[in-house]
């Protein structure tokens, strides 16, 4: 069960030397604009993941006239440290060095909730993408091996296609065709089993401000044209040595798992018509979705709600609070006030943040 007890901040935007305990459960930081809020948030989250969820930019984390920023959390009963410069990327386990990031997200499994990284119904495929893999591989991390070598393989072929080198091709294409198939079960595995949780119990739970969800859908959709099995190495790989001429024309594999996305509807009508409020509460739905399958498979996600009073009505935020409780995951969520929440004192910890500094109420 991932529970952070201890967090330190040190020139992360424009949090500098901060330290705070948290609570094993909800954890409120309430400030008003502008004042680190999103940067807490944020920091948390590429401890987790090795990256930010708002800029690919190193500078803008960095602050002005330092050359590094250093993230360390004391998780369950270890220590966890990273360490960040424009030359290198240090991860340390109790001062043993983590060989790569898969192991750091295996250690701080953390799911967002945020209007930054966007809502996933009606999202864009790359964000649909990352919700969808981030489960499979908590679920099934022995994926990750599958996705290192498609990545490797696709940009073989691409070279390939850009400089015409035709003969090469063919083993290539079966190579990608043989991990294509393995990704999209995996992908496809992992929806089955968020639909089977998204069950009557959870709709039950949530209804009380979550209407109309009993009839929320969700389809696969492999990335491949339609005339291909996406569950089939072979069927892949033919289409793909029909379409040579045409790739190499093209000078790259516009098909594939690094184009895959979700479909969602309610009530059979598809996603782009749905009002903004139908997309956010089925993002909402769909998220509280994927933390109970994981946490039904024993994984304990750490979950982080920034600035969602924005999008949400005080209604919604209790009910995803009450049912995120019930889960017993850790929470660590911004705003700027509680007034309207009801929260239970003794299970609580709210900080205040003013100009990057964090207190504790």
Same mark, same amino acid.
């Given at each position: 069960?991932?529970?952070?007890?201890?967090?330190?901040?040190?020139?992360?935007?424009?949090?500098?030397?901060?330290?705070?305990?948290?609570?094993?459960?909800?954890?409120?930081?309430?400030?008003?604009?502008?004042?680190?809020?999103?940067?807490?948030?944020?920091?948390?989250?590429?401890?987790?993941?090795?990256?930010?969820?708002?800029?690919?930019?190193?500078?803008?984390?960095?602050?002005?006239?330092?050359?590094?920023?250093?993230?360390?959390?004391?998780?369950?009963?270890?220590?966890?440290?990273?360490?960040?410069?424009?030359?290198?990327? *240090?991860? !340390?386990?109790? &001062?043993?060095? =983590? $060989?790569?990031?898969?192991? @750091?997200? /295996?250690?701080?499994?953390?799911?967002?909730?945020?209007?930054?990284?966007?809502?996933?119904?009606?999202?864009?495929?790359?964000?649909?993408?990352?919700?969808?893999?981030?489960?499979?591989?908590?679920?099934?991390?022995?994926?990750?091996?599958?996705?290192?070598?498609?990545?490797?393989?696709?940009?073989?072929?691409?070279?390939?296609?850009?400089?015409?080198?035709?003969?090469?091709?063919?083993?290539?294409?079966?190579?990608?065709?043989?991990?294509?198939?393995?990704?999209?079960?995996?992908?496809?595995?992992?929806?089955?089993?968020?639909?089977?949780?998204?069950?009557?119990?959870?709709?039950?739970?949530?209804?009380?401000?979550?209407?109309?969800?009993?009839?929320?859908?969700?389809?696969?959709?492999?990335?491949?044209?339609?005339?291909?099995?996406?569950?089939? *190495?072979? !069927?892949?790989? &033919?289409?793909? =040595? $029909?379409?040579?001429?045409? @790739?190499? /024309?093209?000078?790259?594999?516009?098909?594939?798992?690094?184009?895959?996305?979700?479909?969602?509807?309610?009530?059979?009508?598809?996603?782009?018509?749905?009002?903004?409020?139908?997309?956010?509460?089925?993002?909402?739905?769909?998220?509280?979705?994927?933390?109970?399958?994981?946490?039904?498979?024993?994984?304990?996600?750490?979950?982080?709600?920034?600035?969602?009073?924005?999008?949400?009505?005080?209604?919604?935020?209790?009910?995803?609070?009450?049912?995120?409780?019930?889960?017993?995951?850790?929470?660590?969520?911004?705003?700027?006030?509680?007034?309207?929440?009801?929260?239970?004192?003794?299970?609580?910890?709210?900080?205040?943040?003013?100009?990057?500094?964090?207190?504790?109420?």
């Amino acid at each position: 069960m991932a529970v952070i007890h201890k967090l330190a901040i040190t020139q992360f935007r424009n949090l500098n030397n901060q330290y705070v305990e948290l609570n094993k459960q909800l954890n409120v930081f309430v400030a008003s604009n502008a004042q680190g809020k999103t940067s807490l948030v944020e920091a948390v989250y590429y401890l987790g993941h090795n990256r930010s969820f708002k800029t690919k930019a190193l500078k803008e984390l960095i602050q002005l006239n330092h050359q590094q920023f250093q993230l360390a959390a004391q998780v369950d009963d270890y220590r966890l440290k990273l360490e960040k410069s424009k030359q290198k990327t *240090t991860i !340390s386990l109790n &001062q043993n060095r =983590l $060989k790569n990031s898969s192991e @750091l997200s /295996k250690l701080l499994p953390i799911q967002i909730i945020t209007p930054d990284k966007g809502f996933v119904v009606n999202g864009t495929p790359k964000n649909k993408r990352s919700y969808l893999d981030w489960g499979v591989f908590h679920l099934k991390p022995d994926c990750l091996n599958d996705f290192k070598k498609y990545h490797k393989t696709l940009k073989n072929i691409n070279f390939l296609l850009s400089q015409q080198k035709e003969q090469e091709l063919d083993y290539w294409f079966l190579e990608i065709a043989h991990l294509s198939t393995k990704i999209n079960q995996a992908r496809q595995d992992y929806i089955k089993q968020l639909k089977q949780t998204n069950s009557a119990e959870l709709m039950k739970n949530l209804s009380q401000s979550f209407d109309l969800i009993d009839t929320f859908d969700y389809q696969f959709k492999s990335g491949w044209p339609k005339e291909v099995n996406a569950f089939n *190495t072979d !069927s892949i790989y &033919q289409y793909l =040595l $029909k379409s040579k001429a045409f @790739l190499i /024309k093209a000078k790259y594999l516009n098909y594939g798992p690094h184009k895959a996305s979700l479909d969602f509807s309610l009530n059979n009508q598809q996603e782009c018509f749905l009002s903004r409020g139908e997309q956010k509460t089925l993002s909402i739905v769909f998220w509280l979705t994927q933390v109970s399958l994981l946490v039904n498979n024993n994984t304990y996600p750490i979950v982080l709600i920034d600035d969602i009073s924005s999008e949400l009505d005080p209604l919604k935020i209790q009910t995803i609070l009450n049912y995120l409780q019930q889960l017993k995951v850790q929470i660590l969520m911004t705003d700027i006030g509680i007034n309207t929440l009801t929260i239970d004192p003794e299970n609580t910890s709210i900080f205040k943040i003013d100009k990057g500094v964090i207190t504790l109420s």
